[in-house]
């Protein structure tokens, strides 16, 4: 463990930033505000081709790894009729209930697709380029007490 990890809180409602609950935030900054704007947009592609178009190390097993993430969420998003990159906390929980139908957290499998998609809200927070003011996973970790226990699996070094 990095010295530096010791210090980071594993608790999901010191790393939310401004906002820990959805009723916190303005309505000019909800995300659902923004569908017209991201119609016909493929943000996931967009943080993919940023996030690991330059690594050419990266295995063919990770890479079918990302794009059966990218399956999953972009088919959940779809059948809400929601854009997979404006999703709420409660489209959040109702992910992790929807992974954990199908995969035991012991298996960690539904805790890895979760923490794919926290990953790429986070992404979406830390770029100016996207409205995200807050990220709907870490507050549906502070909520839910299914999605902190998925948040909790994902954050534990393996």
């Known amino acids: 463990m990095k010295s530096s990890e010791r210090w980071i809180s594993k608790d999901p409602a010191t790393r939310t930033g401004l906002y820990q609950h959805i009723s916190e935030v303005p309505e000019h900054n909800r995300l659902r505000i923004y569908t017209s704007r991201f119609r016909g947009q493929d943000t996931w592609s967009e943080y993919v081709d940023a996030e690991y178009s330059?690594?050419?190390?990266?295995?063919?097993?990770?890479?079918?790894?990302?794009?059966?993430?990218e399956r999953r969420w972009?088919?959940?998003?779809?059948?809400r009729v929601e854009h997979h990159a404006l999703c709420s906390p409660s489209h959040a929980k109702e992910y992790a209930a929807y992974l954990l139908d199908e995969y035991s957290i012991e298996s960690s499998t539904a805790a890895d697709y979760?923490?794919?998609?926290?990953?790429?809200?986070?992404?979406?927070?830390?770029?100016?380029?996207?409205?995200?003011?807050?990220n709907p996973f870490v507050m549906a970790a502070v909520e839910d007490s299914t999605s902190e226990e998925l948040w909790m699996?994902?954050?534990?070094?393996?």
Request: net charge neutral.
């Open 114 to 134: 979760w923490a794919a998609i926290e990953r790429f809200y986070r992404w979406m927070f830390h770029h100016t380029e996207y409205p995200h003011r807050y």
């Open 74 to 79: 972009k088919n959940f998003c779809n059948d």
């Open 54 to 69: 330059c690594s050419d190390d990266l295995s063919e097993r990770f890479l079918s790894d990302i794009k059966r993430r």
């Open 153 to 158: 699996v994902a954050i534990e070094p393996n």
